[in-house]
């Protein structure tokens, strides 16, 4: 992609602030969206969780990010919990979609996260992007996420959804939070350890999302994954050996 302006939410997570140190190397213009009172110039204000946004910061933007959500891992499931985490994907994403579906000038590509969850539990059984939705909580909430951005789509903007894996990064996410576990001798594997993790590579996550956003003909939904996925065995003997 030619050096473009770029919007993205969730710009200081794990993903995001990667994504925007990657963008930002190469000369792209980058647009954060924040729920704080904008302090610079190239930032947006926005309230995910209450569905609103600042459709005006978004004009002038040749593509928008969406990797904004509540942790899935950052706090026990309560029904309190679960509601949150479905309100800031669900009616931040809306709020986004019919953001840009408003706009004179519009995006060229609107990048939208969703995640692995979608298939739920899967065991041996290998699944592709054309695969129903599991069953549970969160593949409803995939569903439904990935749903919200009807609007941008059917304004004419080409939509994509990476579907993320567990991210292997040392500095944050789920894995972040285990390697501490793992360096002090108390890590180990989780009930019988058969359970496979679709995992992907922090660097790998940030490439693939680039890539996205570059090729104009792709649109839908996308696995972001290494290519085969690991037991649960597998990943906490490797982690134990770091």
Known sequence: M?????????????????????????????????????????????????????????????????????????????????????RSRVLGTTALAEAIAGLERKPRVFVSGSAMGFYGETGERTVDESAPPGDGFLPRLCVEWEAAAAPAREAGVRTVFPRTGLVVARGGGAWGRLFPLFQAGLGGRMGDGRQYWSYIALHDEVAAIRHLLDTDGLSGPFNLTAPVPLTNREITAAMGRV
């Open 2 to 86: 030619e050096r473009s302006r770029i919007a993205v939410a969730g710009a200081s997570g794990l993903i995001g602030a990667a994504l925007v140190r990657s963008l930002a190397a190469d000369g792209h213009e980058v647009v954060r969206l924040v729920r704080r009172p904008p302090r610079a110039e190239r930032e947006v204000r926005w309230d995910p969780e209450g569905g609103r946004v600042d459709a005006g910061g978004l004009a002038g933007c040749d593509a928008v990010v969406n990797l904004a959500g509540a942790g899935v891992g950052d706090h026990r499931w309560t029904d309190a919990y679960k509601a949150r985490i479905r």
